[in-house]
T-cell receptor, first 115, second 112 residues
């Protein structure tokens, strides 16, 4: 079945460590996104990518990095520079960034906890 | 500036009754899309309904309908005949200027 796969589902990190969250989609979508969700709050955009080898910062990009070497993959690295990384991370994709009618398809999320 | 505003942090509704979740948005663009998502406690985001800014009729999907009032910039979600399984967080979102903006959500509790 087509969809978005995020891994790991749960991740624990010590302070000062970088961690990478995986996101893979087989929907043949051009656009991919990373969102952060804190308890009881909405989604905030970290990074998004419209095409391979191109990505843009969202509203809260500091302390995060991404790559888009393949259309199917959009990994997110949470670096040690991110001061408060404990959160729920959601990866999403859409047909294209400019298609207004295209809804976001989401993965099941990755819950990161800093010990 | 806040793009999407959901003013109801929490709502209660009796099973089998209808409920309206409020959403207002802010944009200077004429072309945009409005979406509603449901997030159960498991965390997954489930797409419910879409309304385009040029659509003249309100969108409907089963028990979900979107009350779109363009002049007021509101896009309220109406859930008819509430079910216990409707208990979840609900997010309004807008696709504008190549970004999706989300509101802070409304937690809906359906009482038996």
């Amino acid at each position: 079945d087509g969809g978005i796969t995020q891994s790991p589902k749960y991740l624990f990190r010590k302070e000062g460590q970088n961690v990478t969250l995986s996101c893979e989609q087989n929907l043949n979508h051009d656009a991919m996104y990373w969102y952060r969700q804190d308890p009881g709050q909405g989604l905030r955009l970290i990074y998004y990518s419209q095409i391979v080898n191109d990505f843009q910062k969202g509203d809260i990009a500091e302390g995060y990095s991404v790559s888009r070497e393949k259309k199917e993959s959009f990994p997110l690295t949470v670096t040690s520079a991110q001061k408060n990384p404990t959160a729920f991370y959601l990866c999403a994709s859409s047909i294209s960034v400019t298609a207004l009618t295209g809804e976001l398809f989401f993965g099941e999320g990755s819950r990161l906890t800093v010990l | 500036a806040q793009k999407i505003t959901q003013t109801q942090p929490g709502m209660f509704v009796q099973e089998k009754e209808a409920v309206t979740l409020d959403c207002t948005y802010d944009t200077s663009d004429q072309s945009y899309g409005l979406f509603w998502y449901k997030q159960p406690s498991s965390g997954e985001m489930i797409f419910l309904i879409y309304q385009g800014s040029y659509d003249e009729q309100n969108a409907t999907e089963g028990r979900y309908s979107l009350n779109f009032q363009k002049a007021r910039k509101s896009a309220n979600l109406v859930i008819s005949a509430s079910q216990l399984g409707d208990s979840a967080m609900y997010f309004c979102a807008m696709n504008n200027f190549n970004k999706f903006y989300f509101g802070s959500g409304t937690k809906l509790n359906v009482k038996p």
